[in-house]
């Protein structure tokens, strides 16, 4: 039989995922279909994860355009809850915009903004209970604020001064508080994922009661360990919430590079079985309501649930990174789920228990606040003046006993 010479001599060519709009054009998120407030369907707790694949490929919301709970989702807080959760999403505004400008200043090397993402962790936080653990990354800092740890210990950690918690080993935001179960933060992306499956596992081989979040970027979607964590989690129905913050961005790769032509992030679950759902990640209602959804699915020993947030990273990346170099200097402006201290704002307000004046009131209190907590923290010292962390902390602290060659070395460093 005769070949056809001309198969196989057509060149290949690699695609390139290509973002929609590039710096100095406009913004177009034409790509994001968004429901409906309050239509998206709020199955059982125990429901089939084959019966909700559409999930995966929709939008959970609560709050619609003109500030109301609409739909099945709506519900699961209280005003005072409500009013608690905006206090804490403004404190962590406010908290970045000192931290961010203390950077700027010098008084310590490196900072992470929350800008835009606030509702993503402090509506979270308040579905988990004392001794839950969270495997967070550098942006989940709201855990920290709605669960009370003192921003003071946050600032020394910045700094790396004297009273810095962690005594200087770690880069600046990266927290570590197992008694606010936020667990040690690693510069290395998606190894909260397979940590938080493990975690989980052993709460349950020791019949605990205590459940397991982890954290990723959309970008990090791409790493070995983000599917690894899926494989176990589905395995062994480990107690788990594995959270995925699509903020559109990762530092200076837009989501296509790492989502291909998988349509969402959330969907990338459904092949392991496990029940994926998107949420609007700027609306706090939603959040809380889809985090106590899967919570109580984990605490049931029903297995673990993958939650996509979608939402949007208003600020650079850290302060080492220029977004205008890679997107659109309006395109925040364009987001098209709005900001979601102002979307709680409005949706108090149309309840009556707030108003633009109280607002105003709480920036002015929230602000003494957290320039009070600075003047402690810097009265502990900064990068460049003040205190510091003993040289002598760098032998502690790894060891229950000093093996013999560290002790030589810290004779040796005089301390």
């Not at 709009?21 to 994001?32: E, K, L």
């Not at 700094?159 to 810095?164: G, K, P, T």
């Not at 004046?357 to 709480?362: G, V």
Request: charged content about 20%; some cysteine.
């Amino acid at each position: 039989m005769a070949r056809d010479a001309s198969v196989g001599n057509t060149p290949l060519s690699l695609h390139v995922p290509e973002p929609e709009v590039r710096p100095g054009g406009t913004p177009d998120f034409s790509n994001v279909p968004i429901p409906k407030a309050g239509s998206v369907p709020r199955p059982e707790i125990d429901v089939d994860p084959r019966d909700i694949r559409d999930l995966a490929y929709s939008i959970i919301r609560v709050l619609d355009r003109d500030g109301n709970a609409v739909g099945p989702w709506a519900g699961t807080l209280t005003s005072a809850e409500l009013l608690e959760g905006l206090r804490h999403m403004m404190t962590l505004r406010t908290f970045d915009a000192r931290m961010q400008m203390a950077q700027r200043q010098g008084k310590t090397s490196f900072y992470m903004q929350h800008m835009g993402e606030e509702a993503v962790s402090c509506a979270f936080r308040q579905a988990l209970l004392p001794g839950d653990m969270n495997f967070p990354t550098y942006r989940q800092a709201g855990l920290l604020i709605a669960g009370g740890y003192p921003m003071v210990e946050m600032m020394n950690q910045i700094y790396s001064n004297e009273r810095d918690p962690l005594k200087g080993r770690q880069l600046p935001v990266m927290y570590s508080a197992k008694d606010f179960g936020f667990f040690s933060i690693s510069g290395n992306l998606a190894t909260q994922f397979i940590q938080a499956v493990g975690w989980a596992m052993a709460s349950a081989i020791r019949n605990d009661t205590k459940i397991a979040a982890g954290w990723v970027g959309d970008g990090s979607t791409a790493e070995s360990d983000f599917h690894a964590a899926l494989v176990f989690a589905s395995t062994y129905r480990a107690p788990v919430i594995l959270n995925i913050v699509n903020n559109q961005w990762a530092i200076s790769t837009f989501q296509g590079i790492a989502r291909g032509g998988s349509g969402t992030f959330a969907a990338r679950g459904l092949g392991f079985g496990i029940p994926a759902l998107r949420v609007d990640g700027n609306d706090y209602l939603a959040v809380h309501a889809v985090a106590k959804w899967a919570a109580e699915r984990a605490r049931k020993n029903l297995g673990p649930t993958l939650v996509e947030y979608v939402t949007y990273r208003v600020g650079a990346h850290s302060t080492s990174d220029d977004p205008s170099a890679y997107r659109p200097k309006e395109e925040s402006s364009a987001w098209p789920l709005g900001d979601p201290v102002l979307r709680l704002k409005a949706h108090l307000i149309s309840l009556g228990a707030w108003s633009e004046e109280r607002h105003k009131q709480a920036e002015a209190e929230i602000l003494d606040t957290v320039i009070a907590a600075q003047k402690e923290a810097e009265s502990h010292g900064t990068l460049h003046a003040g205190g510091k962390p003993s040289v002598r902390d760098m032998f502690e602290g790894v060891y229950a006993e000093m093996p013999p060659h560290l002790r030589r070395q810290r004779q040796q460093a005089g301390v």
